[in-house]
């Protein structure tokens, strides 16, 4: 990254095992000059559906005000490890209802929308099952995987957010994957990646 704007508000999304938490430190120890915040959301155990709807509809909503506070402010450089779009791919798949409220609430955030850099990355099913290390995988199948591709890849699409990118890792090593985002975030790379319609 050649330059950051004054307030640098990143949002990291994809599969699991896509390299987010790996991009994030690189990013981190290419400017060491910058004081980033990172905050790495997860589901919460424990509630049943409509508990876990309910708690991540507040959840957000005060994710997207801190990002606007942060925006708002000089000098506030803050990454999301994860944030609302996982809603819309997780909720449906694994916990029974569908999350697409967050287009709703990035509609509520004009400044955020308009400042913000989402960065969303996935991979091929089979190269995800290939990384299954026994835990977060170990019960998941490649359709599921499958679906999981093609739902952050419709929520990529369906997002409002303007400066974002969706990079395909696939046969792709971490160096490689770092100077696309190095691209992006820094405006050298100002295209947005096409994604195929998905039914």
Partial sequence: MNKFTK?????????????KDTQIELMKSAHPEFAFRVMHFSNVKGLNA?????????LYR???SLMDFCIAVHDQHLILNRAHLGE???????RGYEGNYVYDIEKQFKRV???????VLVD??????????GESLS?????????????????????????????????????????????F???????????????
């Fill in 50 to 58: 409509d508990e876990t709807r309910e708690y991540s509809k507040t």
């Fill in 185 to 199: 975030v820094s405006g050298e790379r100002k295209e947005i990646k096409h994604i195929p319609h998905i039914m």
């Fill in 7 to 19: 307030s640098q508000v990143i949002i990291f999304e994809g599969m699991e095992r896509c390299g």
């Fill in 88 to 94: 819309t791919v997780y909720g449906k798949i694994y």
């Fill in 113 to 119: 929308v308009d400042n913000v850099s989402l960065i």
């Fill in 62 to 64: 005060r994710t997207f």
């Fill in 139 to 183: 019960e998941g199948k490649i359709d599921q995987i499958s679906q999981e591709k093609e739902r952050f890849e419709l929520a990529y699409k369906k997002s409002i957010i303007n400066h974002k990118t969706l990079i395909n890792i696939n046969n792709k090593d971490i160096d490689t994957v770092k100077l696309e985002i190095e691209s």
């Fill in 124 to 133: 091929e099913p089979e190269n995800v099952m290939s990384r299954e290390d």
